[in-house]
């Protein structure tokens, strides 16, 4: 395995399958939190370090025990109750022995545990990266590779939205496409733009 | 005690109320903004919205029916994760029954599926309905909602579906009362039934060319932006009426309060006339 | 013996996230770090309560 196989799943997890514009997963976040650029880099700071944890621990539960046990129809149950008590342990943590990183993050992990896009990328890790005979490092370097890309362009969409709403929020919109319908169409165009990208990889 | 019972006053609503409010008035889609993932990632035909939505139906009915039973016997500080449990086992079940009966729609809504789980609509519902109300309700209020879920599904998907192909289909996905794939609607239809028509006509022969709609169809509304901007027209739609009944409201309110001072400024008027008149 | 695995896969899990769930709510918040949050429309529904209608500004 080389270092490049890694570099490609970064590349083609944040760019060209961008977990939101593509896949459709943290609309809600992308829709509600992103009002501010401060709120948005917090936001999208925790959904990395969630998402990065959270596939890491389930590759490794599916890979180690749902497999061999041959029992990987109840990797949904599995890893909702995993991601949700990461997302409690990580808060008690911070809480305990970061206060700035708490300050900082906060208050959007509560918000995490119902994000589509952390469950959403364990399961996709399943789908499209774990086959049987795969060795566990090499799969499990894959999965938390796609989940740094994963983080990464959830941070980039959030970001570069939360600069345009600033902009969005003091231009003249018609009453009709005010709020929610001129964000989508925002992101629609942001969505073509990265369908552009499609197929370099 | 006394102010908190005035706060907490339940309204009673009808059955029918009840089963009826998730379809125009509280649609989680198109007035709360529920379950947008879903909405946006499988509506690109009208099948998978269908699907989609049935088995959210299912799942949420169930899930209102479970908590809702049990709501008396959970702690109050481990309420949302036997919630998530219970929802995940539901779903694990709805899993398992497609990838039996339906294997294509389970690969075509492929991460979605499990993602029922997050759904916030059936979360949402747990927490703000099943856990204060008897079963009866909360399996109306989950079958209204996941009905109302499901429309606005297939009003999305159908309105993708069509303007990326020129037709809806029935039969790829979802393979029950059909043998093989069938068209419920074309826009051909139309246009050879006007080509018909016209020909009727003595003295007029007519032909499409071998023209079809589908050279004409926008493949970009099946793709991922068309699914943002398909969605933002709905919402505008909607927010349009509303803003132009609010303009009404407004309208009316000040011409009602024009006329109120149109009247009080007559009576002053012929007061000071009568004044006049006097001396 | 195996067909017991999933039963005390998802009993241990179910235990391991009451747990934390109880922990993380016994550990009390720092005192500079206190957000006020409307709990009544937090705990409805994480995903959206608190960001469109709670709005977290």
């Known amino acids: ?138 799969g499990l370097g894959l999965a938390v590779a796609t989940a740094v890309g994963t983080g990464l362009g959830f941070g980039l969409i959030i970001f570069a939205f939360s600069s345009i709403r600033e902009r969005l929020d003091s231009s003249n919109v018609p009453k009709a496409w005010k709020g929610v319908p001129i964000s989508l169409v925002v992101a629609g165009i942001m969505s073509l733009a990265f369908f552009g990208l499609v197929g370099v990889i | 005690m006394g102010v908190k019972d005035k706060v907490i006053k339940v309204i009673k609503v009808s059955n029918k109320e009840n089963f009826l409010k998730g379809f125009v008035k509280e649609n989680p889609i198109f007035v709360f903004l529920l379950g947008m993932c879903p909405a946006l990632a499988v509506t690109s035909t009208f099948e998978t919205s269908l699907g989609m939505g049935l088995l959210v139906v299912f799942v949420l009915t169930s899930s209102n029916i479970v908590i809702s039973l049990i709501r008396n016997y959970i702690p109050n500080d481990v309420r949302t994760p036997s919630y998530i449990v219970v929802i995940a086992t539901f779903v694990t079940i709805v899993r398992m029954f497609t990838e039996r009966y339906s294997p294509d729609l389970y ?75 069938i068209y419920l609607f074309n826009f051909d239809w139309i246009i050879n039934g006007f080509v018909y028509l016209l020909n009727l006509i003595p003295f007029i022969s007519f032909t499409t060319n071998g023209f079809t709609i589908s050279d004409y169809s926008l493949a970009m509304f099946s793709l991922p932006p068309g699914a943002f901007i398909s969605l933002a027209i709905i919402l505008a739609g909607i927010q349009f009426k509303k803003v132009r009944k609010e303009e009404k409201l407004a309208a009316e309110k000040k011409a009602f309060i024009a006329e109120k001072k149109r009247i009080a400024l007559e009576k002053k008027k012929a007061a000071a006339l009568k004044k006049v008149g006097e001396n | 013996m195996k067909d017991f695995v999933p039963y005390i896969m998802i009993a241990s899990l179910v235990v391991v996230y009451m747990l934390a769930y109880l922990l993380n709510k016994k550990t009390p918040i720092p005192e500079e770090c206190k957000i006020e949050l409307d709990e009544e429309t937090c705990t409805a529904c994480h995903n959206f309560s608190c960001t469109h209608h709670g709005d977290v500004e």
Request: hydrophobic fraction near 55%; glycine fraction near 8%; include cysteine.
């Open chain 2, 107 to 181: 690969t075509a809504l492929g991460v979605f599926l499990p993602l029922i789980v997050v759904n916030c609509l059936i979360l949402g519902r747990a927490e703000a309905y099943a856990s204060k109300n008897k079963v009866l309700d909360s399996a109306i209020d989950g079958l209204g909602m996941g009905l109302g879920f499901t429309f606005a599904l297939v009003v999305i998907g159908i309105m993708r579906e069509f303007l990326a192909t020129g037709g809806i289909m029935y039969g790829n996905y979802l393979p029950f009362l059909v043998d093989a794939p």
């Open chain 1, 1 to 138: 395995m080389s270092w490049t196989l890694f570099a490609t799943a970064i590349i083609s997890a944040m760019l060209i399958n961008n977990v939101i514009l593509m896949q459709f997963l943290g609309i809600c976040p992308f829709l509600g939190v992103s009002k501010r650029s401060s709120s948005a880099i917090g936001m999208s700071g925790a959904v990395l370090f969630v998402m990065v944890i959270a596939s890491a621990v389930t590759y490794t539960i599916y890979d180690l025990v749902l497999h061999p046990f041959d029992i990987p129809y109840i990797s949904t149950i599995a890893f909702i109750l995993v991601i949700a008590s990461l997302v409690q342990l990580v808060e008690i943590i911070l809480k305990r022995y970061s206060k700035s990183l708490y300050k900082s993050l906060g208050i959007y992990l509560p918000l995490i545990t119902t994000n589509c896009a952390i469950l959403g990328v364990s399961e996709g890790n399943i789908t499209n990266i774990w086959t049987a005979n795969m060795p566990y490092w090499n």
